[in-house]
């Protein structure tokens, strides 16, 4: 996705096109696209002004409503899998997640990481569905990106 022209870019055409030059001469002059500087005005007679408008997927989750919850679910039952997390959650709530859903949203903004529970021999175990223990992180642990 392409970048945005700059505000001063923006007003330059407007100031252009109230001097009396058409979108087409403006553009020119300041070497955009003509398509660019016709969007331009239009946004000016639409909205009054010629900010951009935001681009990217809006901030926030629908889990942030249920944030609390999660919290106090995970503390009261610390071995709790992702996918018995998010049945309980449906029960609880009617709030539909998937176990990525809730490994981005709670685990790490609640500062929980998961710890493999490894087998007798030292490796992970195969039988069985796989369980995860919840660690609490140190304090001045980072969030993950």
């Known amino acids: 996705m392409g970048k945005s022209l700059s505000l001063d870019i923006r007003e330059r055409v407007v100031g252009l096109v109230d001097e009396g030059l058409s979108c087409h001469q403006a553009a020119r002059r300041l070497r955009i696209s003509a398509a660019s500087a016709v969007r331009i005005m239009q946004r000016k007679r639409r909205t009054g002004g010629v900010k951009a408008a935001a681009q990217g997927r809006p901030r926030g989750s629908k889990l942030d409503a249920v944030s609390d919850w999660l919290r106090t679910r995970v503390e009261a039952e610390p071995d709790i899998t ?3 997390l998010a ?3 449906m029960d609880a ?3 539909s997640a998937t ?4 490994s981005r949203h709670p685990i790490h903004r609640l500062c929980f990481t998961y710890e493999n529970i490894p087998h ?3 490796e992970a175990a195969q039988a069985g569905p796989r369980r995860a223990r919840r660690v609490a992180a140190p304090p001045d642990a980072e969030d993950a990106p």
Request: aromatic share 0%.
């Open 93 to 95: 709530h009617a709030v």
């Open 87 to 89: 049945a309980a959650l």
């Open 120 to 122: 007798r021999d030292g």
């Open 99 to 102: 176990p990525a859903m809730l």
């Open 82 to 84: 992702l996918p018995e």
